[in-house]
């Protein structure tokens, strides 16, 4: 026990006052995230929308979340990652709370639209921040501590909201609302007047003269099939958030608070192992290793399920699959970063963002479709199949990036 207490103390030693009071924000957050798990569920059941209009809604989600990513970089390059960040949350959260009203297909499909918009734009503003925050040595623990913060959150949030649920679906809206309002008060009070570690004027010039400074991430080509590549591990993995609950309640016939537990062990997992994993194996390895793992991982998953069947199994799935976002994602992030320079951070953030934003368009409309055609079972083999040929290409394109850094 105190082995395991040393080990957690080392691997989040080091990290600035800054980096734990965005983790805080983001913890906050996603505490209230109870709407997306339980979207593709509250859609069918309680709205009665047919499967294709729900992959029709879900993929709106998707295509707010892309614009919204794709706003949030630009306005971050702009105006700063302070004003993205407090205004998508005050927006986003007031706009929770509209969605109660929308109840016609149409109406709820402008307002899924516009919720993703607002919300995602903290996306790529919140990545620069602890980016800006971090130690250059710190940046992969930085991302790691953020994302232990929000998997955390996610621990919370789904368990919680399977419980709302059971009474009325018209809570989670409520709260994701008001912890998105809290967090949006809690950023503005301790950020408003606090500056990220600025680089010395000769190490801002050099940055500025570098090449991933003076361009543009769209005329980088291999950070483009990077980013390619990112969304298509993400199609896969967000199956868990969109189809996954329909398997989990059509196939298993699991209640609410089940479905709740399952997508809250995957938070809770990521929590509690992350930053050791990150903290023992992250600079032992290439980062195209710990990546294409990931990735196999995740094709492990989607076959157990087709393999074998019970309870048992679908916990171990989340745990494969949470293991596969522990390796893949905090490296995908800092790559990311090694990529860019000061003045374009915000631009390839965005970037990198929007394969996930992407994915959330694709995902949930073919997720859905496989389903109403195929099934179940056809969609966890796509998914393994599609996991495979990812880590193939991370394995060639993530090498060459590698390699670019070091010349």
């Not at 509209?98 to 903290?122: D, N, Q, W």
């Not at 993995?237 to 196939?251: A, D, E, G, I, K």
């Not at 976002?325 to 374009?344: C, D, K, Y």
């Not at 929007?354 to 969609?379: E, K, M, R």
Request: net charge positive; glycine share 8%; charged share 10%.
């Amino acid at each position: 026990m105190k082995r395991i207490l040393s080990l957690y103390s080392n691997a989040f030693g080091g990290l600035s006052k800054e980096a734990w009071l965005l983790a805080v924000v983001m913890f906050i957050n996603r505490s209230g995230a109870m709407v997306v798990p339980f979207l593709s569920v509250y859609l069918t059941e309680a709205m009665g929308f047919s499967l294709k209009q729900v992959g029709i809604l879900l993929s709106l989600f998707g295509a707010g979340s892309m614009c919204g990513t794709f706003l949030g970089g630009w306005l971050t390059d702009k105006i700063g990652h302070f004003r993205v960040q407090f205004f998508s949350l005050v927006l986003g959260g007031s706009w929770f709370f509209v969605m109660l009203f929308l109840k016609r297909f149409e109406l709820f499909a402008g307002g899924i639209f516009l919720l993703s918009l607002l919300t995602e734009c903290l996306r790529p503003a919140n990545a620069s921040s602890v980016s800006s925050y971090a130690r250059p040595e710190n940046v992969t623990r930085a991302f790691s501590l953020n994302r232990m913060a929000i998997n955390l959150g996610f621990s919370i949030g789904p368990a919680l909201g399977g419980v709302l649920a059971t009474v009325s679906y018209e809570f989670l809206f409520m709260a994701d609302g008001l912890t998105c309002l809290t967090a949006g008060a809690v950023f503005f009070f301790y950020f408003r007047h606090k500056q990220g570690h600025t680089p010395a004027p000769a190490a801002a010039a050099e940055a500025t003269a570098s090449l991933p400074a003076a361009r543009s991430p769209y005329r980088d080509g291999l950070f483009v099939l990077f980013s390619i590549l990112c969304c298509c591990f993400a199609v896969a993995f967000f199956q868990f958030f969109s189809t996954m609950p329909l398997y989990y309640r059509r196939v298993y016939h699991l209640s609410e608070l089940q479905i709740g537990a399952l997508l809250a062990s995957n938070g809770l997992m990521v929590f509690l192992l992350e930053m050791i994993i990150v903290y023992l194996i992250g600079d032992k390895h290439a980062l195209w290793k710990m990546i294409v793992a990931g990735l196999l991982l995740l094709a492990a998953a989607f076959v157990l399920l087709n393999l074998a069947h019970g309870f048992v199994v679908l916990v171990f799935s989340v745990l494969l699959m949470s293991l596969s976002e522990i390796l893949a994602m905090p490296f995908m992030s800092t790559l990311t970063v090694q990529r860019s320079g000061p003045h374009n951070r915000g631009s390839y953030m965005a970037l990198y963002s929007l394969s996930y934003s992407a994915a959330h368009i694709i995902g949930p409309y073919v997720g859905t479709t496989v389903i109403d055609n195929f099934g179940f079972d056809t969609l966890w083999w796509g998914g393994s199949a599609l996991s495979v040929v990812a880590a193939v290409g991370f394995y060639v394109v993530v090498r060459r990036l590698s390699a670019a850094q070091l010349t």
